[in-house]
């Protein structure tokens, strides 16, 4: 036995995602018609969507809070995870994106599961109460992460989820010269994860990197 991790390569990931439960064909065509409406194709992969899921039932979440919407890929990856009584609140800043989500949510099979909120995620977070959330997914304007993760830990039951993506920063993370304007915010958040009081956390290398914690 080794202490060592294997290298993951791209043939893994690509082994990996090939040997993932498939989105399905309705994710499938969500993404095909964003890319034809002009909404940038920055949505989480499957095989994240996928973990996310199986996390989502593992502690039995009833009530979910996203920030960064997009076309609502993953609200509705995440919201057929919860029972046929949970609710998932997502906010998007981006009018466009909220009305194509909206217009693909009412289409799906958990319309009755997911609101859109529309507006900046620190305008909304504040509005939840205290301990009345199960699982948090962050996946907005990396500057505005360290902000979410202080309102999410109020706003978290003990025992709550957080996630939050592009810890490897869109693929930039040890690039000496990034070129995407929030690397360095991506940076800071992950040196920040660690720091935080009540809060386990490790990175999970699929997609671009997902935060998973949990709150003690
Ligand atoms: C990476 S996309 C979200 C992808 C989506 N979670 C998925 O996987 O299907 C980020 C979204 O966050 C939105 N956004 C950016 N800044 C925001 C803010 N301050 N508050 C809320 N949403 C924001 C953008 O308009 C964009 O639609």
Not at 26 to 32: A, S
Not at 64 to 87: F, K, Q
Not at 116 to 127: A, K, T, Y
Not at 178 to 193: C, L, S, Y
């Amino acid at each position: 036995m080794s202490s060592e991790s294997t290298l993951v390569t791209a043939a893994h990931f690509a082994y990996l995602a090939e040997r993932t439960t498939p989105e399905g064909a309705f994710l499938r065509e969500l993404k095909r018609a964003a890319g034809q409406a002009g909404i940038p194709e920055i949505c989480v992969a499957p095989e994240q969507i996928a973990l996310m899921g199986i996390l989502l039932r593992l502690c039995r979440a009833q009530r979910v809070v996203e920030v960064g919407t997009l076309a609502g890929y993953s609200a509705i990856g995440m919201a057929r995870a919860l029972p046929s009584d949970g609710h998932l609140h997502t906010v998007e800043f981006a009018p466009k994106h909220a009305a194509f989500a909206r217009e693909w949510i009412a289409k799906s099979d958990v319309a009755d599961r997911i609101t859109v909120l529309e507006g900046r995620g620190d305008e909304h977070l504040p509005r939840f109460e205290d301990e009345s959330i199960d699982a948090v997914f962050l996946d907005a304007d990396k500057g505005g992460y360290p902000g979410y993760l202080r309102e999410a830990m109020r706003f978290l039951r003990p025992g709550g989820l957080v996630m939050a993506d592009n810890a490897f920063a869109f693929g930039q993370l040890l690039d000496p010269n990034p070129t995407d304007r929030e690397v360095g915010a991506v940076k800071a958040f992950n040196d920040h994860v660690p720091t935080v009081p009540n809060l386990e956390a490790v990175i999970v290398p699929i997609g671009d990197g997902l935060w998973v914690g949990i709150k003690r």
